[in-house]
């Protein structure tokens, strides 16, 4: 049983059973409208035949009167003596008003049936009060189109009680069968396509989105498979350099141990390796699919003071400061290697584009926030903020350094990047199921806020 709480207008079903229940009542509607037609008219010239006849057997018998009397029901006005309502409402079309009348039998209220009529050049208002008992005797066949009139009347509510119900049955079959091969192939399409080869075979509209759905899918699956392979392949290649370069600048470093100054080159060397080669790893897992990865516990403060940390060279030059904020230690399920990435990358912009004031990174038991107090997000930035390659950049002015933010254009001062980080960002956060977002600060800058499933 469909009840209106669940009767959902956007079901492709539910189309189809509204569709002819609608197309039913206006079937109805104009069977009904057809019918009213035609017993008004009939009625009319019933009347009006009924009326002229009356009209020349009155003359005939008293001669030219003012007003006719004529049982049941019928007076004729010569029109200067008709009522005033009557002249202005009377054309030469019978029309009907409802009035109260005194009878024999009491007071009833009917209907007033009158048209205007001219005979010779005088014109006459004749007038038929309704009712059935009135004017068996005098008109039966008025009144026998009375009675047929009800039954006829009657017979088509049955018959418009039944129209609906037919279209309320015939609407639910027929939907199941119309839209039971679109069912079909949602069914083969979350079945991993084990059926949906047959379904390419009809040649209905289904067989030819089945073919479209399929050979969609066949390329999907061969541009992932040369993704995990590219993927795979670049990681492959770059681990075995990566891993020559710290061995590499570990044996330089104990050679020069005696040198602070050449130490230092060292083991950024050594650093930035071991860096490139977390990133590859990340980069490999994302490329799985999430249900396969393991959520290891993973300390988000120790994360986010490592990254301050290990990018903390950015404001070497700059009178910001930066604090971790956090009333206790927390801790997510999630792999390190991803979280790391995601929070440097909105480290590393928060230290990038902030050139003076501070950086802070609040943690919660909801939610990571770093907010700074730089360059901030233009709104005509804000459509392309996760996209690919899409930098903000500052750009001074001979009279003043203006922090403002523009897109593509040429630039006196650059900062690094190549585009990717908050797009990469996004991505990790639609991996693990997170959610990032953006708000700009009143006093300036910005506030992004990673929140945990």
């Known amino acids: 049983?469909?009840?209106?709480?669940?009767?959902?207008?956007?079901?492709?079903?539910?189309?189809?059973?509204?569709?002819?229940?609608?197309?039913?009542?206006?079937?109805?509607?104009?069977?009904?409208?057809?019918?009213?037609?035609?017993?008004?008219?009939?009625?009319?010239?019933?009347?009006?035949?009924?009326?002229?006849?009356?009209?020349?057997?009155?003359?005939?018998?008293?001669?030219?009167?003012?007003?006719?009397?004529?049982?049941?029901?019928?007076?004729?006005?010569?029109?200067?003596?008709?009522?005033?309502?009557?002249?202005?409402?009377?054309?030469?079309?019978?029309?009907?008003?409802?009035?109260?009348?005194?009878?024999?039998?009491?007071?009833?209220?009917?209907?007033?049936?009158?048209?205007?009529?001219?005979?010779?050049?005088?014109?006459?208002?004749?007038?038929?009060?309704?009712?059935?008992?009135?004017?068996?005797?005098?008109?039966?066949?008025?009144?026998?189109?009375?009675?047929?009139?009800?039954?006829?009347?009657?017979?088509?509510?049955?018959?418009?009680?039944?129209?609906?119900?037919?279209?309320?049955?015939?609407?639910?079959?027929?939907?199941?069968?119309?839209?039971?091969?679109?069912?079909?192939?949602?069914?083969?399409?979350?079945?991993?396509?084990?059926?949906?080869?047959?379904?390419?075979?009809?040649?209905?509209?289904?067989?030819?989105?089945?073919?479209?759905?399929?050979?969609?899918?066949?390329?999907?699956?061969?541009?992932?498979?040369?993704?995990?392979?590219?993927?795979?392949?670049?990681?492959?290649?770059?681990?075995t350099p990566l891993t020559i370069i710290m061995g590499a600048s570990e044996v330089l470093a104990s050679q020069l141990a005696h040198d602070s100054h050449l130490s230092e080159f060292t083991n950024r060397i050594s650093t930035t390796a071991k860096e490139t080669s977390e990133i590859i790893s990340a980069l490999l897992l994302l490329s799985r699919a999430p249900e396969t990865l393991d959520a290891p516990p993973t300390s988000i403060n120790d994360m986010a003071i490592n990254e301050t940390k290990r990018l903390n060279y950015l404001l070497k030059y700059k009178p910001v400061t930066c604090t971790v904020v956090a009333a206790q230690e927390y801790v997510a399920n999630v792999r390190p290697e991803l979280l790391k990435m995601a929070l440097g990358n909105l480290i590393k912009n928060a230290f990038q584009y902030t050139d003076e004031g501070e950086v802070v990174i609040t943690i919660d038991s909801d939610k990571i926030v770093v907010t700074d107090t730089g360059l901030g997000i233009s709104e005509s930035m804000m459509p392309l903020l996760y996209e690919r390659f899409e930098r903000l950049e500052t750009r001074n002015t001979d009279d003043q350094t203006d922090s403002k933010l523009t897109l593509n254009k040429p630039v006196s001062n650059q900062v690094e990047g190549s585009g990717l980080g908050l797009s990469i960002v996004q991505?990790?956060?639609?991996?693990?199921?997170?959610?990032?977002?953006?708000?700009?600060?009143?006093?300036?800058?910005?506030?992004?806020?990673?929140?945990?499933?």
């Open 1 to 239: 049983m469909i009840t209106l709480a669940s009767f959902n207008l956007s079901s492709i079903v539910n189309k189809f059973r509204l569709s002819y229940f609608v197309f039913a009542i206006l079937l109805c509607a104009t069977f009904v409208s057809i019918f009213m037609y035609a017993e008004t008219r009939m009625e009319q010239e019933l009347v009006k035949a009924r009326l002229l006849q009356q009209l020349e057997l009155s003359q005939e018998k008293y001669g030219e009167q003012p007003i006719y009397n004529a049982d049941p029901g019928i007076k004729i006005y010569r029109y200067d003596s008709a009522p005033e309502r009557l002249k202005s409402m009377a054309t030469k079309t019978v029309q009907e008003t409802s009035v109260t009348a005194h009878t024999k039998i009491g007071t009833i209220n009917t209907n007033l049936h009158f048209f205007a009529y001219t005979q010779g050049g005088q014109e006459y208002i004749l007038t038929y009060l309704e009712d059935s008992e009135l004017v068996m005797a005098s008109y039966p066949v008025l009144a026998i189109f009375e009675q047929l009139e009800d039954i006829f009347a009657n017979a088509l509510r049955v018959a418009v009680i039944l129209s609906l119900l037919i279209a309320i049955v015939f609407s639910q079959l027929s939907s199941r069968q119309i839209t039971k091969p679109i069912l079909d192939l949602k069914e083969a399409v979350e079945t991993d396509h084990q059926n949906l080869t047959e379904l390419t075979n009809l040649p209905s509209e289904v067989g030819v989105l089945a073919r479209a759905i399929d050979e969609k899918n066949k390329n999907l699956e061969q541009y992932l498979k040369r993704e995990q392979l590219f993927t795979g392949d670049v990681s492959h290649e770059l681990r």
């Open 427 to 453: 991505r990790i956060m639609t991996h693990m199921d997170w959610e990032l977002t953006h708000q700009a600060n009143k006093t300036g800058g910005s506030t992004f806020s990673i929140y945990y499933r």
